[in-house]
């Protein structure tokens, strides 16, 4: 039987998304909290999908060292990319694309847990992305593709 277990991880970052129409187009920032949801077809001899500690060290690990406390930019953005990289020490991810609650929750499940969670026998099969206490996204697999993909 499939059996899941999740992870909360929180970190905090800045961002702005080219092209929004309202304030959104500004650099800011927020408190994230990605919720990283992990199954496996049974346990190991201790009872466990996966030891919890072993979610927060790969990838609470992945998201500090690459997102916690930096700027995660739009990669076509080149006016924020210099002005945050003008200031030091400066912490920049280059996004493919806006990074929005939607994408950002994609990225984690499609490009993150996969390698930081591969010498396991697990999948990731659902990320939730927390952009503010009122607002998240979620990314999960085997749910229809929407008309925009
Ligand atoms: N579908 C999405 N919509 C928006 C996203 C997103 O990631 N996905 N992001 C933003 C902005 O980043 C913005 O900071 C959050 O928007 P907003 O809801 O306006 O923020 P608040 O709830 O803090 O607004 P208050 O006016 O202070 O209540 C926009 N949209």
């Not at 800045?14 to 500004?26: T, Y």
């Not at 201790?46 to 060290?57: H, L, M, T």
């Not at 609650?101 to 591969?118: D, H, I, T």
């Not at 927390?130 to 593709?145: H, I, L």
Request: proline share 5%; net charge negative.
């Amino acid at each position: 039987m499939p059996l899941s277990v999740v992870r909360r991880i929180s970190f905090c970052a800045g961002h702005r998304l080219l092209g929004h129409e309202g304030k959104c187009a500004g650099l800011h920032g927020h408190n994230y909290v990605a919720e990283i949801e992990v199954t496996a077809d049974g346990t190991d001899d201790v009872g466990r999908v996966i030891d919890f500690a072993e979610v927060k060290s790969r990838l609470k690990g992945w998201i500090d060292e690459y997102w916690d406390h930096g700027f995660l930019l739009n990669r076509d953005d080149e006016a924020a990319i210099a002005a945050v990289r003008s200031v030091e020490p400066t912490k920049v991810f280059l996004f493919p694309g806006n990074p929005t609650a939607e994408k950002m929750a994609e990225y984690l499940l499609e490009e993150v847990c996969p390698k930081a969670l591969a010498p396991f026998n697990v999948r990731v099969d659902k990320v939730v992305l927390w952009e503010t206490p009122d607002c998240f996204a979620v990314a999960a697999k085997g749910q229809g593709q929407g008309a925009r993909g």
